[in-house]
Nanobody
Framework: EVQLVESGGGLVQAGGSLRLSCTAS????????IGWFRQVPGKERGGVSC????????YYEDSVKGRFTMSSDNARNTVYLQMNSLKPEDTAVYYC??????????????????WGQGTQVTVSS
């Protein structure tokens, strides 16, 4: 069974840090692009970042550049999102997603094959 599971969410004060994990089962990350998204109630889900796991390229949405960092541990089939200098506006449910690489990408994929169930991140002011 193909599955993505996020973990690491929680409550943190503004300025603090969290590290989210996204672990895959049923497939390996090696030939995938992995994306992080977030959604708050009443708003559309928006892209945060993605990692092209075949060569390690990463892309970030402007509001998180310099604060968030993606990395991968292929031995653990896990991708991480290190979030530093968190702000109240980062509060959201965070989702990871995976897209099997079919061709070379120069940006994050526009659609994904698999999605996780989400993990809540709450940043208090």
């Amino acid at each position: 069974e193909v599955q993505l599971v996020e973990s690491g969410g929680g409550l943190v004060q503004a300025g603090g840090s969290l590290r989210l994990s996204c672990t895959a089962s049923g497939f390996t990350f090696d030939d995938y692009a992995i994306g992080w998204f977030r959604q708050v109630p009443g708003k559309e889900r928006g892209g945060v970042s993605c990692l092209i796991n075949s060569d390690g390229r990463t892309y970030y949405e402007d509001s998180v550049k310099g604060r968030f960092t993606m990395s991968s541990d292929n031995a653990r089939n896990t991708v991480y999102l290190q979030m530093n200098s968190l702000k109240p506006e980062d509060t959201a449910v965070y989702y990871c997603a995976a897209w099997r690489l079919r061709f070379r990408l120069s940006k994050c994929p526009s659609e994904y094959d698999y999605w996780g169930q989400g993990t809540q991140v709450t940043v208090s002011s």
